[in-house]
């Protein structure tokens, strides 16, 4: 079983920036790839970003390349997602979610995660 806390979020203008965490409870988290997706009001949730258990490969949707970073530390059972040039259509709720298949590749399908946190609002202000 493994527990995901995001923080991080709140309220910024357009362009700034904010860096969201999610710590992760559990002895195997570094054997999990992880992702982050968000959930605008009135739309479906939809992928953001994915590593790698190791944190050697990265994938993100195209809105948010060059904008965002996902990485993690094992060390401190943490996965960050860096947003950076931030705009009001990524004003949503953000979570992030781990896949329990150990040592997995990256996916951007929701159904490949078990384990999800309660979420951090993000509001970016035009």
């Known amino acids: 079983q493994v527990q995901l806390v995001e923080s991080g979020g709140g309220l910024v203008q357009a362009g700034g920036s904010l860096r969201l965490s999610c710590a992760a409870s559990g002895r195997t988290f570094s054997r999990y790839a992880m992702g982050w997706f968000r959930q605008a009001p009135g739309k479906e949730r939809e992928f953001v970003a994915a590593i790698t258990w190791g944190g050697s490969s990265t994938y993100y949707v195209e809105s948010v390349k060059g904008r965002f970073t996902i990485s993690r530390d094992n060390a401190k059972n943490t996965v960050y997602l860096q947003m950076n040039s931030l705009k009001p259509e990524d004003t949503a709720v953000y979570y992030c979610?781990?896949?329990?298949?150990?040592?997995?590749?990256?996916?951007?399908?929701?159904?490949?995660?078990?384990?999800w946190g309660q979420g951090t609002q993000v509001t970016v202000s035009s």
């Open positions: 979610a781990a896949n329990p298949v150990e040592f997995s590749g990256i996916s951007y399908y929701e159904g490949s995660y078990t384990y």
